[in-house]
């Protein structure tokens, strides 16, 4: 009976064992850079961006950058959220914005807890 019960709690510290080792070599899929990141000017002083997913991942959510010239360092615009697992932050409006300037916006993804690279664009705002 004591050699019954300790090869079973050999086979499942073994199982264990597999299960960990497997559980540590998967790896985390890091987003590339969201596709068609475009500008529309649109009325109003206000620009819109849309773009679409990531082609290797669906991401959860994306962070948006901007800045007023090149020179300048990139801002924070928004973080926005996808919600249940829909891809609804394809388009974003940036409002209040002044009139006949080109602004510079960059865009990524995240997704399995990584965030993935840059797409860049930038767009005229006429009034």
């Known amino acids: ?30 987003p590339d850079p969201p596709r068609y990141f475009t500008t529309w000017d649109l009325e109003n002083n206000t620009i819109l961006l849309t773009w679409k997913s990531p082609s290797n991942i669906l991401a959860e959510k994306y962070d948006i950058d901007w800045r007023y010239s090149t020179g300048d360092s990139w801002s924070n615009l928004v973080e926005q959220n996808q919600v249940g697992g829909i891809d609804v932050g394809q388009s974003y409006p940036v409002y209040n914005l ?18 993935g690279g840059w797409a860049y664009t930038s767009g005229w705002c006429s009034e």
Do not use: C, P
């Open 1 to 30: 009976m004591k050699i019954r019960n300790k090869t079973i709690l050999s086979i499942l510290g073994i199982v264990t064992i597999l299960v960990f080792l497997t559980v540590i070599q998967v790896k985390a899929t890091t």
């Open 98 to 115: 002044e009139a006949y300037h080109t602004y510079y916006f960059r865009i990524r993804a995240y997704a399995d807890a990584t965030w």
